[in-house]
């Protein structure tokens, strides 16, 4: 069984992946590649949330203030997603907003490899993380009812 941070990190991959192929794609195809990354990357951001976040918030200071940080940033990444839901793909701004959301989610997967991966291998054995692993897509499954449909 894989732990939750070979999860992630293959996870993390496939996004930057989906998220260059919109920013690459001709016009008529930006909108439905847009709408795969947008998902991928929502129900990842739920499915942290609710394993590996939920167990990390509740162990020191430190690690609580991580999370705290990590939990802000996914909502930034909301918020961006909603600016791009809004307007049209043929909108000059979007492929900006699209770059800084790209830079964005960027930052974020390279603070939670690096940042989140070593509190997670201090805190937890590989047993553990095999099971957090389980959680994950858990909540994937579970939570999709809670997406709004206009995220
Ligand atoms: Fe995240
Ligand atoms: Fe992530």
């Not at 996870?11 to 847009?34: F, G, M, N, Q, V």
């Not at 949330?49 to 918030?57: D, F, H, P, T």
């Amino acid at each position: 069984m894989e732990s939750i941070l070979a999860t992630i990190k293959a996870e993390h991959e496939i996004i930057r992946e989906a998220l260059s192929l919109t920013a690459e794609s001709k016009i008529d195809l930006k909108r439905e590649l847009y709408q795969t990354a947008r998902d991928l990357l929502i129900y990842h951001m739920m499915s942290e949330e609710v394993s590996i976040y939920r167990k990390l918030e509740t162990e020191d200071v430190n690690t609580a203030a991580l999370i705290h940080k990590l939990y802000e940033e996914h909502q930034e990444v909301k918020e961006d997603l909603q600016r791009l839901n809004l307007l049209r793909c043929e909108d000059p701004h979007w492929q900006i907003f699209l770059y800084q959301l790209m830079e964005k989610v960027e930052d974020h997967s390279m603070k939670e490899e690096e940042d989140l991966f070593f509190e997670a291998k201090e805190d937890y054995s590989r047993s553990e993380l095999v099971d957090m692993a389980s959680d994950f897509h858990q909540g994937k499954h579970t939570n999709r009812h809670l997406i709004p449909t206009s995220i």
